[in-house]
């Protein structure tokens, strides 16, 4: 016999759509057959908290905000064995672009009810979760440098307008990455590890990479001139950035990278550690709630969680 699904709703009233009203998104839950218990948070720290506190009182866990807020819950998801559900109120989204999760609200919430969950993998660096992708460099330095107000006033124009400044100051730095024993010394503006697909509000890891395939995958940007960003723009928003005689690829389940100087990581737009940094994919390490893979797209490994 089905029973009421007890769903823990953490939300972030600071995100940039976290002021939106959750009454209809609550009622399409309870419509859905789950009984839902709010429970807001103020700072990052705090969800990895509620979700430890509360795990025994819920059969699933749902993540209000934006892809920094989900990366944050992943380790304390993982550990609980619970499935996850997303509701997308950040900036970008990007790990809900991934998973085919409406932008909508109320439909995300649909999604939840419907009950499809996707085991997707999971990457950490130096013990911190991350969805998408983790950088140290160019990316680091962009995401210091977008203060909240603008990124709440401006969305994803905010981005554009930070990347302007950083562009006109930003400078290649020593690194060494080193991938199944092998090392490599490089001069670099950006290192990413990316474990998802889309990262940066659109752009692509890398053209064949899924959330589910099992490894990470890693790339260098070592420009003569930085400007020339602009001319692979495209080629990142399809994953075909490789190309590039000057972008480095590789495709592992472990990096190490060490800087010359001790330099911060950015993972899914949270600074949340530095190097020496460890790298490590996780497969199949949560299940999340998503729609069912499209026929003769990508196929996850997928199962329905009664709701």
């Known amino acids: 016999m089905q029973t009421t699904k007890r769903a823990l709703f953490l939300v972030n009233p600071n995100a940039r759509r976290g002021r939106e009203p959750v009454e209809p998104v609550l009622e399409r839950l309870k419509v859905g057959g789950l009984d839902v218990m709010v429970e807001p948070f103020e700072a990052l720290p705090e969800i990895a908290r509620d979700v430890v506190r509360l795990r025994e009182r819920a059969d699933l866990v749902i993540v209000c905000g934006g892809d920094g807020t989900v990366s944050s819950a992943a380790v304390a998801v993982m550990e609980s064995g619970l499935p996850m559900g997303i509701m997308p109120m ?97 001069s670099t503006y950006q290192i990413a590890v990316g474990n998802g697909r889309h990262y940066g509000g659109g752009n692509v890891v890398e053209e064949t990479a899924e959330i589910d395939d099992g490894h990470l995958d890693l790339y260098s940007l070592e420009l003569s001139n930085v400007w020339k960003l602009a001319l692979m723009m495209r080629s990142f928003r399809s994953g075909r950035h490789g190309a590039w005689n000057e972008v480095r690829t590789a495709r592992c389940v472990e990096f190490d990278i060490e800087t010359d100087r001790p330099r911060p990581v950015n993972t899914d737009g949270e600074i949340v550690t530095q190097t020496p940094a460890h790298f490590k994919v996780h497969p199949a390490a949560i299940s999340v709630f998503a729609p069912p893979a499209a026929a003769g797209g990508s196929v996850g490994s997928g199962s329905t969680v009664a709701a």
Do not use: C
């Open 90 to 186: 950040g900036t970008a989204n990007d790990l809900a672009r991934t998973l085919n999760i409406p932008m909508d609200l109320v439909e995300a919430a649909g999604v939840i009810a419907d009950g499809h969950a996707r085991k997707v993998d999971v990457g950490t660096v130096n013990g911190h979760a991350f969805f998408n992708v983790a950088s140290i460099g160019l990316s680091t330095e962009l995401a210091q440098s977008l203060d909240p107000q603008t990124k709440k006033r401006w969305g994803r124009l905010g981005y554009a307008i930070a990347a302007s400044r950083v562009l006109t100051k930003v400078r290649p730095f020593k690194a060494t990455i080193t991938e199944k024993g092998d090392t490599i010394r490089v």
